[in-house]
């Protein structure tokens, strides 16, 4: 059992790690560091390799059909279970930036949990999703089909701040 409790515990991290490398690499090629920034980025690809193994170790790769299941129960748990709370609290504190946060999170995950929804359902029938360009914006994380919106529905942003998924 241990094992496994560290497994988790080290693919929490090592996935913690990778995000927060990320936002660093940005911060250093805004300040003007781009070899810091080169620098961050390797450590993140180095901290992606690392929960990869850890999450294989886990048994927490599965087919297709499965990780889709999964996926919606992760992401029915963030809108359903665990944001409300936590926007709740940023509210009775008056964190804004937390709030706001919280707020997107939440209203993004439920659009995650419908999309993967529709591909879980597909899959099922035996057939990929439809080839259709995706979108997410920047400052919230929602993400649509198709093309940008003219303005996000969840926080607002303009459509320059929604970035082509490959």
């Known amino acids: 059992m241990a094992t496994k409790e ?23 090629e805004k300040d003007g560091y781009p070899q810091v920034a080169k620098l961050f980025r390797a450590a993140a690809h180095a901290e992606t390799v690392h929960a990869h193994a850890h999450l294989r170790a886990m048994g927490g790769i599965n087919n297709t059909l499965e990780n889709l299941k999964a996926a919606v129960a992760g992401e029915g748990f963030e809108f359903e279970t665990m944001y409300p709370p936590y926007l709740a609290e940023a509210q009775q504190e008056g964190n804004k930036p937390a709030e706001i946060s919280f707020r997107n999170a939440l209203a993004v995950e439920k659009v995650h949990y419908d999309l993967y929804n529709a591909a879980l ?34 926080c607002g942003a303009v459509k320059d701040r929604f970035t082509l998924i490959d």
């Open 121 to 154: 359902e597909s899959v099922q029938g035996g057939s990929d999703l439809a080839a259709r360009p995706v979108y997410v914006c920047e400052v919230c994380g929602h993400t649509v089909y198709d093309q940008a919106q003219d303005k996000c529905e969840v």
């Open 6 to 28: 560290n497994l988790a515990g080290a693919f929490a991290g090592e996935s913690q790690a990778n995000r927060k490398y990320l936002a660093f690499a940005k911060q250093a």
